[in-house]
């Protein structure tokens, strides 16, 4: 069974930084790309960035050049780093995997989600 576990939520005021960290665990053949999501109050579950495994990125347009995704794919892990956050960043963030558990399709799987708030 494979569990993604998300950490290093916070508090931090407006232009801190934050480092959230997820690892995949469990039975996992191979992770095909990760990522990170979040989702504010009254809002819709949103893309802040990605990954695949050949390290090509994807960053939603409000966060770049602020956030920063990396991997460490030997770890199945992966990262945000996040500087001169923003109270609009304020959200809930989850770490999403699509990887392979078993011979065949690729599934995707959720992490429970950690709370950043940034305070104005």
């Known amino acids: 069974q494979v569990q993604l576990v998300e950490s290093g939520g916070g508090l931090v005021q407006a232009g801190g930084s934050l480092r959230l960290s997820c690892a995949a665990s469990?039975?996992?053949?191979?992770?095909?790309?990760m990522g990170w999501y979040r989702q504010a109050p009254g809002k819709q579950r949103e893309l802040v960035a990605s990954?695949?495994?050949?390290?090509?990125?994807n960053y939603a347009d409000s966060v770049q050049g602020r956030l920063t995704i990396s991997r460490h794919n030997a770890e199945n892990a992966v990262y945000l780093q996040m500087n001169k956050l923003q109270p609009e960043d304020t959200a809930v963030y989850y770490c999403?995997?699509?990887?392979?558990?078993?011979?065949?399709?690729?599934?995707?799987?959720w992490g429970q989600g950690t709370q950043v708030t940034v305070s104005s």
């Open positions: 469990g039975s996992i053949l191979s992770i095909v790309d």
């Open positions: 999403n995997a699509s990887l392979y558990a078993s011979v065949g399709a690729w599934e995707d799987y």
């Open positions: 990954m695949t495994s050949g390290h090509s990125t």
